[in-house]
């Protein structure tokens, strides 16, 4: 099976994740930032919790978390976690993304609390840059896979993917989606083997 099959499968047992999930009559790019830095770490319940705070407090965009105080910043997204830094690194997003339009990878990871993961998220999702997201999932599903090995960098997993399929924005945002849900439903910690559509090397070995 190589990887274009197994994004095929996947789209075929679980269908269009259309992904990000946004809210209606709210900015996409900021709450696709916001929530880019709120899901580190925690779970996406959490997130809605703290996007939901700042929806109702009229927060969400780029001007407000610029000018609020930051310890009611850090009460409304305390929901999900890392609150301190979180709300550090929200600030000085909304900085960047309030005096520059185009953002570059290489700005984004200079910000205090944006790593790759982060930094892809946003480029891809918000601003449908072709830059393919890699996570603890995709990890875990390619080393089961048998394509990579367990401890391969972020950059060099997302090279092999992104060689291995076509570049193509709609692909990567799905494919990325598609793992995640594959990983939390059937591939997870202990994999649910007997469950699953997919034929790899770690279900061959136990
Ligand atoms: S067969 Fe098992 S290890 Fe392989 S992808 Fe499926 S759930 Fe994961």
């Not at 009559?25 to 996007?51: C, F, Y």
């Not at 005096?99 to 205090?112: P, Y």
């Not at 048998?146 to 060689?163: K, V």
Request: hydrophobic share 40%; proline share 3%; net charge positive.
């Amino acid at each position: 099976m190589n990887v274009l099959k197994v994004y095929k499968k996947l789209l075929d047992i679980y269908g269009f994740q259309k992904w990000w999930p946004v809210h209606e009559n709210q900015d996409k790019v900021v709450e696709i930032v916001v929530g880019a830095v709120l899901t580190q770490n925690t779970s996406w319940k959490n997130v809605e919790k703290s996007l939901e705070n700042l929806i109702s407090y009229g927060c969400l965009s780029f001007e407000c978390i610029k000018n609020i105080d930051i310890e009611i910043l850090k009460k409304l997204i305390k929901p999900s976690g890392f609150y301190n830094q979180k709300a550090k690194t929200l600030k000085l997003l909304a900085n960047l993304f309030l005096e520059k339009k185009e953002i570059t990878r290489q700005e984004l990871l200079a910000v205090k609390g944006v790593g790759p993961e982060t930094a892809d998220s946003i480029l891809l999702y918000a601003f449908d840059k072709p830059f393919f997201v890699v996570d603890k999932y995709t990890k875990r599903l390619f080393y089961r896979l048998g394509f990579t090995p367990e401890n391969i960098s972020y950059e060099e997993l997302q090279r092999f993917i992104t060689d291995n399929i076509p570049k193509d924005v709609e692909i990567y945002k799905e494919f990325h989606a598609l793992i995640v849900k594959h990983c939390k439903d059937i591939c997870t910690k202990t994999p649910k083997c007997e469950n699953c559509f997919l034929s790899c090397k770690f279900k061959m070995e136990v």
